[in-house]
């Protein structure tokens, strides 16, 4: 909280390389008052625990300047929770639309943890309706056995407008991703959140086809998302589901039903543009 008050942290105000900084910042105090107090050394906070966290707090604030409840559970002083309610204004009252009973209801998004609708009608610090700030349609509009959403937040591009996935962006995270775990000499790798969320992603929907299948690597195309462009030449169809060939990972080679890829310039619009002549490749 002390933490949250000096650097005045908001959800919808939060980068993904904000958290990774906002974790570390965390960490030391957290060491350092167990250090202070002969506690053994804390276990280090991952970021995604903060960004729950957060989520959790602000929703508290909300409700007890809705209700006007500032009392701590112990001890009944209203210090504490009066100087954290009053650091950063979460909520812009819209008079005649937004009544103290709307305020305790105010949503909270259950994928990316940030508050819904803070800055009253209208407002572009609000979460949209359908999908989160990275692009991905958010949770509570999945129907039960539908294809199931990455963590957030995921790197800008590859989703947009809670429908479209951006194949070529998709590409160029992947590359970017192996260049900073594979490529990279430092054995000091920072990751950001989006970095963490598309390896989580890429880890669960990628497989290794039979040989019998070519050997290639796949990555799973969603089921309720528009892959823009359509890059036919680089979509399979494999135990009944559409995948993405990945070629830039190697294979042992492509099935016949699909038209080799392996050496051709994947496109970057609709209009079917190359990549300026380049492969995506490693």
Known sequence: MDLRAQHKWTSFGMTSRM?????????????????????????????????????????????????????SKSGG?????????????????????????NLRKLPMCARCKQMKYLGGTGSAANHRRDYCSDGVRCSNKLKAGTDIIPDWPQPPGIFTSGSKFHAIEFLKA?????????????????????????????????????????GMYLFR?????????????????????KYLRLDCLGGAGSPASAADASAAEVPIGEGGEGLEGELVDF
């Open 221 to 241: 195309l969603f089921d309720n998302l528009e892959m823009i462009p359509a890059l036919p030449e680089l979509v399979v169809n494999y135990n009944n589901l």
């Open 77 to 101: 002083s209203e210090d504490f929770w009066r100087r954290h309610c009053g650091v950063i204004s979460l909520v812009k009252i819209d008079p005649g639309t937004t009544s103290e009973k």
């Open 174 to 214: 992947l590359r970017d991703l192996h260049e900073k775990t594979v490529n990279n000499d430092s054995s000091n790798v920072v990751i950001d959140l989006e970095g963490l969320a598309f390896a989580k992603m890429f880890q669960t929907r990628t497989i290794k086809a039979d040989d019998s299948a070519g």
């Open 19 to 71: 958290w990774v900084s906002a974790t570390a910042a965390y960490n030391t105090l957290l060491a350092t008052r167990c250090q202070a107090q002969g506690l053994p050394d804390p276990i280090l906070k991952h970021p995604r625990a903060l960004v729950e966290k957060l989520g959790e707090v602000e929703t508290m604030i909300v409700r007890r300047v809705a209700t006007k409840d500032f009392k």
